[in-house]
T-cell receptor, first 117, second 114 residues
C-alpha cells in the first residue's frame, strides 16, 4: 500500500524567503504524486502533480516540486514566500489498487505554512 | 463554470442520529469520491463512485454508506453518529477514475456531533 510522510507539521518563514515543504512517499509501483493547498474553511486546491513525465514539476502560484526516486521524495518549494501563501499543504499519492486504478488519494498529515512580514 | 458544490456547509447533529451530505460534481464529471478530514489530519478516503457504481471503499464502518444518482450527484449517509464522526467531509469529482486524473474538491461540509 502507498503512504506519504510529511516532515514538519508547521513551517514558518519570512516573506521573501525560500519555502521548502518536505514529502516522502512509499509505493510499490511508480507513484503518481500530488500537492494540494487548503486555505482556512475551504476545500483542497491542486498545486501540481507528478505523473512520470518530467521530474521537475511546475505548478500554480510559483510553486514547484522535484521527484527524486532515489530519495523517495517529492518536496515542494517556492523561491520567495508571499503572505498569501499561508495555508496548509498536503502531499498525496494516488493508489494503483492493483488493476483497478481508481485513483484513491492517500494524503500526508499536512504542513501548516506561516509567513511572517 | 460551477465547481464541486456540497450541502450543507455546516451542521450539528446529536449522537445516535443519522446525517445525509450531498455533492454535485463539476458538469461532465462522472466520478465522485468522499473523504473525511478530522481536525489536524489529512483527508481519509471513504468511497469512490463511478457511473453509479461503487468503485472503492476505505476503512470505514458500515455506518457509512453512499450512492450516486443518474445525474452523477452523490449522497454520503452516516448512521448512528458518534462524537468521533465530527469532521470536515470533502467531496471530489473527476472526469473518470484514474491514477493521474485530477480530483477537484468542494468546500466541504463541517459536521459537528454533540
Amino acid at each position: 500500500a502507498q503512504s506519504v510522510t510529511q516532515l514538519g507539521s508547521h513551517v514558518s518563514v519570512s516573506e521573501g524567503a525560500l519555502v521548502l515543504l518536505r514529502c516522502n512517499y512509499s509505493s510499490s509501483v511508480p507513484p503518481y504524486l500530488f500537492w494540494y493547498v487548503q486555505y482556512p474553511n475551504q476545500g483542497l486546491q491542486l498545486l501540481l502533480k507528478y505523473t512520470s513525465a518530467a521530474t521537475l514539476v511546475k505548478g500554480i502560484n510559483g510553486f514547484e516540486a522535484e521527484f527524486k526516486k532515489s530519495e523517495t521524495s517529492f518536496h515542494l518549494t517556492k523561491p520567495s514566500a508571499h503572505m498569501s501563501d499561508a495555508a496548509e499543504y498536503f502531499c498525496a499519492v494516488s493508489d494503483n489498487a492493483g488493476g483497478t486504478s481508481y485513483g484513491k488519494l492517500t494524503f500526508g498529515q499536512g504542513t501548516i505554512l506561516t509567513v511572517h512580514p | 463554470d460551477a465547481g464541486v458544490t456540497q450541502s450543507p456547509t455546516h451542521l450539528i447533529k446529536t449522537r445516535g442520529q443519522h446525517v445525509t451530505l450531498r455533492c454535485s460534481p463539476i458538469s461532465g464529471h462522472k466520478s465522485v469520491s468522499w473523504y473525511q478530514q478530522v481536525l489536524g489530519q489529512g483527508p481519509q478516503f471513504i468511497f469512490q463512485y463511478y457511473e453509479k457504481e461503487e468503485r472503492g471503499r476505505g476503512n470505514f464502518p458500515d455506518r457509512f454508506s453512499a450512492r450516486q444518482f443518474p445525474n452523477y450527484s452523490s449522497e454520503l449517509n452516516v448512521n448512528a453518529l458518534l462524537l468521533g464522526d465530527s469532521a470536515l467531509y470533502l467531496c471530489a469529482s473527476s472526469l473518470i477514475p484514474g491514477r493521474n486524473t485530477e480530483a477537484f474538491f468542494g468546500q466541504g461540509t463541517r459536521l459537528t456531533v454533540v
